[in-house]
T-cell receptor, first 115, second 114 residues
Framework: NAGVMQNPRHLVRRRGQEARLRCSPM?????VYWYRQLPEEGLKFMVY????????ESGMPKERFSAEFPKEGPSILRIQQVVRGDSAAYFC?????????????FGSGTRLTVV | AQSVSQHNHHVILSEAASLELGCNYS??????LFWYVQYPGQHLQLLLK??????LVKGIKGFEAEFIKSKFSFNLRKPSVQWSDTAEYFC????????????FGTGTRLTVIP
C-alpha cells in the first residue's frame, strides 16, 4: 500500500515561470491537503480538497496559486509566475473520510527553489 | 481560531538525557492532538495521537505524551534520547467537530549529541 506520493521531489524554476506540484493520495483516501513549510517555520495550511471540490482554501494566497483534485489523476498545486518568496517545501497529506479520528498521512514533499 | 504554541525552538541534549517538549494549544472545545516527527530531509511521520481516554499516550520509538486538559497542554516526553532522535518535532491539533483541519505549531528542533 503505497503512501502519499509527491513529485517531483525537487523543482527549480526561474522567476516568472510556472510550478506544478503533484500529489497522489494513499489508496482509499478521499481527502487531500496541501501545506507549505518555509525555512525556520512550521507547516502552514493552504488548501483542503476532495475529488472535484475545493472544501477550504483559506490558506491559499489570493493570487497566482491554485489547486485542483480532479476525478481522475493526482491533485495539482499550481503556482503561476513564481517569485523568490515561493521557495519552500510543499507537503501534501491525505486522509480517509473519518479524518478526525485518523489523522493525516504526509508525502515526502516537493522542495521548490526559485532562482 | 485554533493555535498551537511550541515554546522551545531548538533543544540540544546529550545521548541518554531525558526529553520534554512543550506544546500548548488554544481552543475551548474538544480536540484531537498529534505529535509528528520530521527527520532531516524527510516527510512528517506520526509519532502518537490522542483522541480520548487515557491522557497518557504511548507512541513509537519510546515516545509518550500527556494530555492535561486544564493546562491545554500535550507535552512530548522520552526518558532517554538517542542520536537517531535528532529531528524536528511538530505538535498539531484538530477539532473533530469543527473545520477538521490540522493546525501545526512552529516545531522544535532537537539535536542529540553522541
Amino acid at each position: 500500500n503505497a503512501g502519499v506520493m509527491q513529485n517531483p521531489r525537487h523543482l527549480v524554476r526561474r522567476r516568472g515561470q510556472e510550478a506544478r506540484l503533484r500529489c497522489s493520495p494513499m489508496k482509499g483516501h478521499s481527502h487531500v491537503y496541501w501545506y507549505r513549510q518555509l525555512p525556520e517555520e512550521g507547516l502552514k495550511f493552504m488548501v483542503y480538497l476532495q475529488k472535484e471540490n475545493i472544501i477550504d482554501e483559506s490558506g491559499m494566497p489570493k493570487e497566482r496559486f491554485s489547486a485542483e483534485f480532479p476525478k481522475e489523476g493526482p491533485s495539482i498545486l499550481r503556482i503561476q509566475q513564481v517569485v523568490r518568496g515561493d521557495s519552500a517545501a510543499y507537503f501534501c497529506a491525505s486522509s480517509p473520510l473519518d479524518r478526525a479520528n485518523y489523522g493525516y498521512t504526509f508525502g515526502s514533499g516537493t522542495r521548490l527553489t526559485v532562482v | 481560531a485554533q493555535s498551537v504554541s511550541q515554546h522551545n525552538h531548538h533543544v540540544i541534549l546529550s545521548e541518554a538525557a531525558s526529553l520534554e517538549l512543550g506544546c500548548n494549544y488554544s481552543y475551548g472545545g474538544t480536540v484531537n492532538l498529534f505529535w509528528y516527527v520530521q527527520y532531516p530531509g524527510q516527510h512528517l511521520q506520526l509519532l502518537l495521537k490522542y483522541f480520548s481516554g487515557d491522557p497518557l499516550v504511548k507512541g513509537i520509538k519510546g515516545f509518550e505524551a500527556e494530555f492535561i486538559k486544564s493546562k491545554f497542554s500535550f507535552n512530548l516526553r522520552k526518558p532517554s534520547v538517542q542520536w537517531s532522535d535528532t529531528a524536528e518535532y511538530f505538535c498539531a491539533v484538530m477539532s473533530p467537530t469543527g473545520a477538521n483541519n490540522l493546525f501545526f505549531g512552529t516545531g522544535t528542533r532537537l539535536t542529540v549529541i553522541p
